[in-house]
């Protein structure tokens, strides 16, 4: 990590002393306050690449213009309008903001309730026009007598928030943390070096890298010029399958990421996206992060070749076309290895790994204003995003960098939205099949497995082996209270039927409370 500090430090000297910008915070999918706007904007916005520059979005439409509540009463502003504390002088502001999220939850036909409890604090800088800082901190017990529950015992981690500790025999305690700073020389160019989760794609899922993971520290250039958007994204990731005693760190992970958006016409966008992933130490002894990944305009396949490494290598396209500002085709291809002839064969070569999404999205359906829809389709072949040595699969903290199923599936999720003011009333239905390794076999679903444990060479289709399908209904009415945090309170209902062989397990759970919706936590497994 050292070495990468230093290789980041000489490279942004010579900026530090003239930059600016900060990004958007507002990643929940259920308050995407900024999205019909931006999608229907004239400036060739590049809506795959998120979180979004707020001077971007700011030029577009902003909080205040969507939300603002005329006040002259200091409480009632506080409460509906602005941050808890806020200061500003000359170049020099700071916002300082409570986190929490109180929820509680039953299912009928479970005995106990399931609660969240999460304190915690949220700091937002300017330092004059030369750097902006975003620190965020989360205390959390939690209770989980649901599905929910399942998962956790079997990743021994909260989904996308860490490794808990117990709490009260049957409960989780962890902390949850991310910050950044962000340093912008001109509007060309922004350099920022964080801790926390980057999102490409116009889907509710995406295939090349989503927020699904826990957070993760990184340096990102985001480089916009003529109309294109560039971003060269390095990370360090830890792979906790090895058990390590207290104080001795989990074993560490790199990846260098390149993502390349293009701006074709006013209506068509098309992305181009490569990774590398490789180990922090292997046989040979300690590698740490590789400097023929550093380069931020190099190819990286030949580069991968050139040294003679195995390292895991990954490619993908995306797409987006938006007619009439209101109607939006979306879409993803990875492809990490494949054969033409197999492909054509037809007989399920396990090495024909690669993954596609489409999708659809639409603003004010049937003229209603605020009334959305999204529906979308993704499939993954067996044995995508793992590798031959697991500890360079594409995951980190035990869960895919991309999709929380992981691989050998497919789904169909879709949304209806509609905000009227402050209210948000969302409606969504997804329904996914994909084959579960069973019976000590490696069919290619969990990432976590080497390739090479395969069950069989041929026959490997998606469903394989032990087929497990699952559906999932929730409906969410929540009124947002400040938009500055997403505070809002709510109530949602979930439904969820899991079908594994002749075993049928239905669970349903209301939940209500009152939270700040910043992130994205995904419970639809």
């Known amino acids: 990590m050292k070495q990468l500090l230093i290789f980041f430090f000489l490279l942004l000297f010579p900026f530090i002393l003239k930059s600016q910008e900060a990004y958007s915070l507002y990643q929940n999918h259920t308050f995407r306050h900024f999205d019909r706007y931006v999608y229907q904007s004239n400036q060739r916005f590049h809506t795959s690449v998120k979180p979004f520059l707020l001077s971007q979005t700011d030029s577009i439409v902003s909080l205040d213009t969507l939300y ?91 989904p996308g928030q860490g490794k808990p500790k117990t709490y009260k025999e049957t409960g989780y305690d962890f902390g949850f943390a991310d910050a950044s700073v962000s340093f912008a020389p ?47 994204l390095w990370a360090q990731f830890q792979d906790l399958t090895e058990s390590h005693p207290y104080g001795e760190p989990y074993n560490k992970k790199w990846g260098a990421f390149h993502y390349l958006d293009w701006s074709v016409t006013p209506w068509l966008n098309i992305g181009f996206f490569e990774t590398v992933i490789w180990q922090n130490a292997d046989s040979t002894g300690y ?18 070749f050139s040294v003679g490494s195995s390292d895991n290598s990954l490619m993908g396209i995306t797409g987006k076309l ?143 082996a032990q087929e497990v399908t699952l559906q999932y209904t929730s409906l969410v009415a929540a009124f947002l209270v400040n938009p500055r945090t997403n505070l809002n309170v709510y109530v949602n209902y979930t439904l969820r039927k899991e079908i594994m062989g002749t075993e049928s397990l239905n669970q349903s759970l209301i939940t209500f409370g009152i939270r700040t919706s910043l992130q994205n936590f995904y419970y639809d497994f």
């Open 322 to 464: 938006t007619l009439f500002k209101k109607q939006v085709l979306y879409g993803q291809a990875i492809i990490d290895e494949f054969k033409v002839d197999e492909m054509i064969a037809g007989t399920g070569w396990w090495a024909n790994k690669w993954g596609v999404q489409a999708g659809y999205k639409t603003f004010d359906l049937f003229g209603l204003e605020h009334l959305d829809i999204q529906s979308e389709f993704n499939y993954v072949r067996p044995f995508m995003y793992s590798h031959h040595i697991p500890k360079q699969n594409y995951g980190h903290y035990q869960v895919s960098l991309a999709h929380p199923l992981g691989s050998n599936f497919w789904e169909s999720v879709s949304f209806l939205r509609y905000n009227y003011k402050r209210l948000f009333l969302e409606g969504r239905y997804s329904f996914a099949k994909h084959g579960s390794d069973t019976a000590g076999q490696n069919f290619g679903n969990d990432i976590y497995l080497s390739y090479d444990t395969r069950y069989q060479d041929y026959g490997n289709y998606v469903g394989r």
């Open 287 to 304: 590698r740490g992060f590789d400097f023929n990944y550093a380069n931020p305009v190099i190819f990286m396949r030949p580069v991968e």
């Open 68 to 158: 603002r509540i005329p006040t002259q009463t200091k409480a009632v502003d506080i409460l509906f309008n602005r941050s808890l504390f806020q200061y500003k002088k000359g170049d020099f502001a700071f916002t300082v903001d409570p986190l929490f999220n109180f929820e509680l939850g039953k299912d009928p036909d479970q005995t106990g309730k399931s609660w969240i409890n999460t304190r915690g604090i949220l700091v937002n800088a300017r330092l004059g026009k030369m750097v902006s800082v975003t620190t965020s901190f989360y205390e959390n017990q939690v209770m989980f007598n649901d599905y929910r529950n399942q998962r956790v015992q079997q990743h021994g981690v909260i």
């Open 186 to 232: 001109n509007r060309h160019f922004d350099f920022t070096l964080g801790h926390g989760k980057n999102f490409w794609g116009d889907g509710y899922r995406s295939l090349i890298l989503s927020d699904n993971a826990f957070n993760y520290p990184y340096f990102r250039i985001t480089t916009d010029f003529w109309n294109i958007k560039y971003v060269c």
